[in-house]
T-cell receptor
Framework: AQSVTQPDIHITVSEGASLELRCNYSYGATPYLFWYVQSPGQGLQLLLKYFSGDTLVQGIKGFEAEFKRSQSSFNLRKPSVHWSDAAEYFCAVGERTYKYIFGTGTRLKVLA | DGGITQSPKYLFRKEGQNVTLSCEQNLNHDAMYWYRQDPGQGLRLIYYSQIVNDFQKGDIAEGYSVSREKKESFPLTVTSAQKNPTAFYLC??????????????FGEGSRLTVL
C-alpha cells in the first residue's frame, strides 16, 4: 500500500542553523510530491511540489527539497532557519485518482 | 482574492446533535475534499468530490455525510453516529492537471468540540 513516512515527530534547531526534514514514500509509479506547512490552528500552505524534471525544487520562504528516486525520499531543507519557521510540516504524495497521502507531520521548534 | 472559506471556525456541539460545516471555494476547482486532523495522526480523508453531484468515501467516512450540489460548495455534516467527532476539520480543493491532480489548496479549518 502507498504510504508516506516522516520519521521525526519533533525537531528542535537554533535560529540560523540549517534544517533538514525527512520524508520517505512508498508508491509504485512516479509520484507527485508535496511539502506543506501548518501554523497552529490554521490550514496548510504549500511550500513546494515535485511533478517531474529537475529533482531539486525550490519553494517559498527559502525552502528547497530534493527528490531521490533510489532512496524513495523527498527531504525538505533550509540553509538558515528563522524563528517564524516554527510550525508543523507535512509531506504528501499525490496519487492519480484524486487522492493524497499525508505523513504524520514533523513539528519544528526554533530556539532563539 | 481566490481561496477557500470554511465556517464556522469554532463550533461546539452537544452529544446526539448533527452539525454542518461549510466550505466554499472561488478558485473554480473541480475537486474538493474534507480531511480530519487529530494530534499525531496527520490528515485523514473523509470524503472527496471530483465533480458536481458526485462524491466518494474516503478512509474514515463513517458518521459523516456530504453533498456537492454546486461546484463551489462542499458542506460536511457530522452526524450523531460519529463516535469521536471532536477534531480539526480541513476543507481543500484542487484542479485537475491531465491525468493527475495538482496541489491541494486548504481552508483555515473548523474546530469542532463535542461537549
Amino acid at each position: 500500500a502507498q504510504s508516506v513516512t516522516q520519521p521525526d515527530i519533533h525537531i528542535t534547531v537554533s535560529e540560523g542553523a540549517s534544517l533538514e526534514l525527512r520524508c520517505n514514500y512508498s508508491y509504485g509509479a512516479t509520484p507527485y510530491l508535496f511539502w506543506y506547512v501548518q501554523s497552529p490552528g490554521q490550514g496548510l500552505q504549500l511550500l513546494l511540489k515535485y511533478f517531474s524534471g529537475d529533482t531539486l525544487v525550490q519553494g517559498i520562504k527559502g525552502f528547497e527539497a530534493e527528490f531521490k528516486r533510489s532512496q524513495s525520499s523527498f527531504n525538505l531543507r533550509k540553509p538558515s532557519v528563522h524563528w517564524s519557521d516554527a510550525a508543523e510540516y507535512f509531506c504528501a504524495v499525490g496519487e492519480r485518482t484524486y487522492k493524497y497521502i499525508f505523513g504524520t507531520g514533523t513539528r519544528l521548534k526554533v530556539l532563539a | 482574492d481566490g481561496g477557500i472559506t470554511q465556517s464556522p471556525k469554532y463550533l461546539f456541539r452537544k452529544e446526539g446533535q448533527n452539525v454542518t460545516l461549510s466550505c466554499e471555494q472561488n478558485l473554480n476547482h473541480d475537486a474538493m475534499y474534507w480531511y480530519r486532523q487529530d494530534p499525531g495522526q496527520g490528515l485523514r480523508l473523509i470524503y472527496y468530490s471530483q465533480i458536481v453531484n458526485d462524491f466518494q468515501k474516503g478512509d474514515i467516512a463513517e458518521g459523516y455525510s456530504v453533498s456537492r450540489e454546486k461546484k463551489e460548495s462542499f458542506p460536511l455534516t457530522v452526524t450523531s453516529a460519529q463516535k469521536n467527532p471532536t477534531a480539526f476539520y480541513l476543507c481543500a480543493s484542487s484542479i485537475r492537471q491531465g491525468a493527475n491532480t495538482g496541489e491541494l489548496f486548504f481552508g483555515e479549518g473548523s474546530r469542532l468540540t463535542v461537549l
